[in-house]
């Protein structure tokens, strides 16, 4: 298939940490996922999977197996061999996100929390590739925004947050109120981004960068934000090392679920096969 990317977006992503690619899918495959979404909902799927809350459900390409077609496309794929090459490796995360509007963190904030140093490598790479069944409304939020260039910044704090003790989150309560924190930082960064996509985009991050999804100003009752996340990198790695602390995270989402589930949909695997490229799970 012809390159997807150009090189200036290729180095917008490798300098900024982030890329908005438009229109990967139509603007009907999207309907169709959002279709199998309320369907999911509606009739017990959503809670049926293995691990499910109102905010996510997991295994969803056993319960939902319409969704590798849909998600899987040639193009969606082509996104990461323009920027990866041939050796790329998805890390499919078998669950869909609703209603979620997580404030500013890192996605590699656990291996910073169990210790681990190989994401600060010069030679890491890998992007969390999000899919939004929406636009990002600048009402109603549905997508993210971004402080460039912050995947470069090895100091992070978010992973502290959690165990601070009493004394320690008061001082980070007035910082707060002076607007001095770290987050008021990020709030202020000069190059703050609130990523315009568009239902059918795709925005990719690399997993070291400073993010949040976009706040919404109001709450809309009669349509739910949906997302879908995927870890790709541009060879097998570091594929071992990330899959192993993914599985050693104390939620719920990955103690009660991820952990004992080691094997795809043989579906996913053919598709990889059909495609071209490498699966790690």
């Known amino acids: 298939m012809p390159s997807i990317l150009t090189q200036s977006q290729i180095d917008h992503y490798f300098r900024e940490g982030f890329l908005h690619v438009p229109q990967v899918y139509t603007p009907a495959s999207i309907d169709r996922i959002r279709e199998l979404m309320a369907q999911a909902l509606k009739d017990g799927t959503w809670e049926s999977a293995p691990y499910a809350n109102e905010g996510v459900t997991t295994d969803v390409f056993r319960t939902m ?15 990461f061999k ?3 090459g041939e050796k790329m490796v998805v890390l499919p995360e078998p669950a869909i996100h609703r209603n979620r509007f997580y404030f500013w963190h890192k996605d590699s904030s656990f291996l910073d929390e169990q210790g681990e140093k190989f994401h600060w490598n010069d030679d890491f790479n890998a992007i969390m590739a999000a899919m939004y069944f929406q636009d990002n409304d600048d009402v109603y ?3 993210i925004t971004v402080a460039p260039g912050s995947h470069k910044d090895k100091e992070d704090q978010h992973h502290k947050v959690a165990h601070m003790n009493m004394l320690q989150r008061a001082f980070l309560k007035l910082q707060k109120m002076l607007g001095i924190s770290f987050y008021d930082k990020l709030e202020n960064h000069p190059k703050l981004t609130r990523v315009p996509s568009k239902k059918g985009d795709i925005v990719l991050l690399d997993i070291r960068i400073d993010h949040k999804g976009s706040t919404p100003k109001a709450k809309r009752e009669d349509y739910d934000k949906f997302a879908y996340f995927n870890i790709v990198t541009d060879n097998m790695k570091y594929c071992n090392d990330l899959n192993r602390c993914l599985r050693a995270r104390p939620s719920g989402y990955y ?13 996913l695997v053919q598709k990889g096969k059909e495609l071209g490229f490498a699966l790690d799970f």
């Open 141 to 143: 939020g549905g997508g």
């Open 255 to 267: 103690s009660n679920y991820l952990k004992h589930d080691k094997e795809l949909p043989e579906a």
């Open 65 to 79: 197996p319409e969704l590798i077609e849909l998600m899987f496309t040639e193009r969606y794929v082509q996104v």
């Open 82 to 84: 323009d920027l990866f």
